[in-house]
Nanobody, 117 residues
Framework: VQLQASGGGLVQTGGSLRLSCAAS????????MAWYRQAPGQQREFVAS????????AYAGSVKGRFTIPRDIARNTVYLQMDSLKREDTGVYYC???????????WGQGTQVTVSS
């Protein structure tokens, strides 16, 4: 399994970014996919997830209503659409895959998101 995250960058407060996680070796209907982030000096925290069936999305309270986590099965890619960005959204964002009913867990490399005022 390989998870390749991309799409990070520098954006102004109120702006938008879309992160992509290209997943190889993953069949989406067998995996929950998620995004986590880690701000400087902070622990890694959950941001959003989409379940194996694609019908259940979960969001951290701090991003609910601003972020969405769509997926494209044909491209084997999961996205994190981030709108109305705030400075506190700054951090390294990581893609995560968890195979349903197993202990298999995978992390991708991070992509840096910096929100400036």
């Amino acid at each position: 399994v390989q998870l390749q995250a991309s799409g990070g960058g520098l954006v102004q407060t109120g702006g938008s970014l879309r992160l992509s996680c290209a997943a190889s070796g993953v069949t989406f209907n067998e995996y929950t996919m998620a995004w986590y982030r880690q701000a400087p000096g902070q622990q890694r925290e959950f941001v959003a997830s989409i379940n194996d069936g694609g019908g259940i999305h979960a969001y951290a309270g701090s991003v609910k209503g601003r972020f969405t986590i769509p997926r494209d099965i044909a491209r084997n890619t999961v996205y994190l659409q981030m709108d109305s960005l705030k400075r506190e959204d700054t951090g390294v964002y990581y893609c995560y895959a968890e195979r349903t009913l197993t202990t298999l867990r995978f992390w991708g490399q991070g992509t840096q998101v910096t929100v400036s005022s």
